[in-house]
């Protein structure tokens, strides 16, 4: 198993966690990430899958939203 301490996302609050990593997964995560140690690398995976879901909420709104056919978008930049 690997030791892996990340910062909880609204909190800054280290956790001491035991987790099962698939290692090969993990060793080609440091590769591509470019990151120094192990723990960056899950640090900043954990980030982009929390950037991602928030982006993919904010992407289902599109469409959803009532139109405001007299909205003048130059107007509003004055």
Do not use: H
């Not at 698939?22 to 899958?49: C, P, W």
């Not at 469409?63 to 405001?68: A, E, N, R, Y």
């Amino acid at each position: 198993m690997l030791l892996c301490v990340y910062s909880c996302v609204n909190t800054s609050v280290a956790i001491a966690t035991n987790l099962a990593i698939n290692s090969d997964l993990l060793d080609e995560a440091l590769s591509l990430g470019g990151m120094r140690t192990k723990k960056d690398t899950v640090n900043q995976a954990l980030t982009e899958f929390v950037q991602r879901r928030k982006q993919r909420e904010i992407a289902e709104l599109f469409g959803s939203l009532p139109f405001d056919e007299d909205y003048d978008y130059k107007k509003a930049r004055r």
